[in-house]
């Protein structure tokens, strides 16, 4: 059985950096596809990033240029660099293996890391 902890979230002020980290159990990520989500209150779930098992990453419009998605292989695990965070990156954060370009999740959801960006 597949088991996702994100953690790394925290209060940040606007301009500030956070990097969020997903510990996977259950498979490994380096052959799979995976994608950080976020949900804002009173918003759906959306994508913000996702790494195929091979080839290159994706990232939404709204994060491209600050935020970098990775995987490390060796701790299983899926990271998320998040720079120049702004207001609006306030939202719960999440990790899940993807079915690659239609970004459809695959596994339970994990408890997210809640991230706010606020002075």
């Known amino acids: 059985q597949v088991h996702l902890v994100e953690s790394g979230g925290g209060l940040v002020q606007p301009g500030g950096s956070l990097r969020l980290s997903c510990a996977v159990s259950g498979m490994a990520v380096g052959i799979n596809s995976m994608a950080w989500f976020r949900q804002a209150p009173g918003k759906e779930r959306e994508v913000v990033a996702s790494?195929?098992?091979?080839?290159?990453?994706t990232y939404a419009e709204s994060v491209k240029g600050r935020f970098t998605i990775s995987r490390d292989n060796a701790e299983n695990t899926l990271n998320l660099q998040m720079n120049s965070l702004k207001s609006e990156d306030t939202a719960v954060y999440y990790c899940?293996?993807?079915?690659?370009?239609?970004?459809?999740?695959?596994?339970?959801w994990g408890q997210g890391t809640q991230v706010t960006v606020s002075s």
């Open positions: 899940n293996r993807i079915i690659y370009g239609i970004n459809h999740p695959l596994e339970p």
């Open positions: 790494i195929p098992a091979t080839g290159r990453t």
